[in-house]
């Protein structure tokens, strides 16, 4: 019997998995390890006794309590705290889904590689933070990560077997977000409840907001970066608000494969669950005549500053996906606690880039968890003295 363990099992990714793994038989068919969380523990346990978990983990240590109560009479263990959480992801699992949000992401993610066997990767944080150390550290133990971001598993499914050599470029798709059709003047008024809601995806608050900044796209061309190899140049962003194509890849001799699909993400997961094989899976086939006509245009990067802000990170190399990442996460936090505007994120971002850029070791590729971790938090005080200052 396959094991499984999910980090991040209670939100919206950990969710569509749940589900997957009911579908396909539940405990007949899966020994379920560990599942993780982190303020949602009643949900936890719950997922835990239908899945027979050994380890249930909140990363929030002043919810042990009411996990265990959660949990009494089943014989499943608890556990709480960012280390526990850390241990649960050392446990032996021939396959690990990694989505947990944000950089938290990171050391639970590298500790599932070290122990050896599958990662289907959500976490795009971990490859924009530390894509050297990540992939690195499956080529030490032999693991294997295979992408679940919708768009990199598109890139993967329409790359096959074809040799990256015979690649051109990839072009990764975004909706747009909920501002998409904004005129770019109404952008600094935009609440966060506004930019809560996604016209295509149904997915956690954060990525939401993300999608609506284009700070997710700007994520996934660093991630395709770091997964493929691929140079800034040769990966493109087109917006497609029907969120049909997901991705593309296209070779040299003019030849592009499109990965199609609804915007539903048990596809992506339900792919990694169960690759090589493909199996049936509880999303709608594409009805195409239904929706019409697939249209394509140029992100406007006046609109959209988080992708040019990309493509500098990349070109500028060592630290500067993790201080991207991190300054990211705390223009988020303030634009969602109210402090700063919608559009003062992307120059928050900007400004902590630059002022990092000026500490020893930058340029350089961090060698261990504990520098990205460092770096990390230095972007967030010059993120948030930058929030301060808009
Ligand atoms: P959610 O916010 O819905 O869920 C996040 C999960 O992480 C929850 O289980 C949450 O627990 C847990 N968590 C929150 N904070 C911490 C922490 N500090 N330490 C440990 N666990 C924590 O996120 P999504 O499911 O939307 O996204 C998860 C990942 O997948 C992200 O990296 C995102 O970029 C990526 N992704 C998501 C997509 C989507 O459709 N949602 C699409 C493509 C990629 P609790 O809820 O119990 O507090
Ligand atoms: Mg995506």
Redesign the pocket.
């Known amino acids: 019997m396959r094991s499984v363990t999910v980090l991040?099992?209670?939100?919206?990714?950990?969710e569509s998995a749940f589900d997957l793994l009911m579908r396909a038989g539940g405990p007949e068919r899966f020994r379920t390890i560990a599942l993780?969380?982190?303020?949602?523990v009643a949900?936890?346990a719950e997922m835990a006794r239908a899945l027979r978990a050994e380890i249930a983990v909140t990363?929030l240590p002043e919810k042990l309590d009411d996990l265990r109560a959660a949990l009494a009479g089943s014989g499943i263990e608890a556990a709480a705290g960012?280390q526990a959480?850390i241990e649960a992801a050392s446990r032996p699992a021939d396959w690990t889904l990694s989505?947990?949000?944000?950089a938290?992401?990171l050391p639970p993610g590298i500790a599932a590689l070290r122990r050896g066997g599958t990662l289907a990767l959500?976490?795009?944080?971990s490859l924009v933070t530390a894509g050297r150390l990540v992939t690195a550290e499956a080529a030490r133990s032999g693991s294997r990560i295979l992408p679940?971001?919708?768009e990199h598993s598109a890139i993967f499914q329409a790359l096959g077997s074809d040799n990256l050599e015979n690649v051109e470029s990839v072009t990764i798709t975004a909706s747009g977000g909920a501002f998409r059709d904004w005129p770019i003047e109404r952008l600094a008024g935009a609440s966060v409840a506004e930019a809560s809601s996604h016209p295509n995806?149904n997915?956690?608050?954060?990525?939401t907001i993300d999608s609506a900044s284009m700070f997710n796209k700007a994520l996934e061309v660093i991630e395709a970066h770091e997964l493929f190899g691929l140079e800034a140049e040769r990966i493109r962003v087109l917006v497609h608000p029907q969120s049909i194509i997901h991705a593309f890849v296209t070779h040299r001799d003019g030849a592009s494969m499109a990965h199609m699909g609804p915007p539903d993400?048990r596809h992506a997961i339900g792919y990694a669950l169960n690759w090589p094989e493909r199996v049936a899976l509880p999303v709608p086939t594409l009805d195409l005549a239904a929706i019409g006509s697939l249209t394509f245009r140029e992100p406007d990067e006046s609109r959209w500053p988080a992708l040019r802000l990309a493509r500098e990170v990349i070109l500028a190399g060592g630290a500067a996906g993790a201080v991207f990442n991190a300054a990211k996460e705390q223009a988020l936090d303030d634009f969602i606690a109210g402090h700063i505007r919608f559009t003062d994120m992307a120059p928050a971002v900007e400004r902590a880039l630059a002022l990092s850029s000026r500490e020893a070791g930058f340029g350089e590729t961090p060698d261990d968890l504990d520098e990205v971790l460092g770096w990390d938090r230095l972007a967030r005080r010059h993120a948030a003295c930058a929030a301060g200052a808009a």
């Open positions: 991040g099992a209670t939100g919206s990714i950990g993780t969380g982190a303020a949602n949900r936890l990363a960012p959480v989505a947990i949000i944000g938290a992401g959500a976490n795009k944080e679940v971001d919708s995806w997915m956690g608050q954060r990525i993400m």
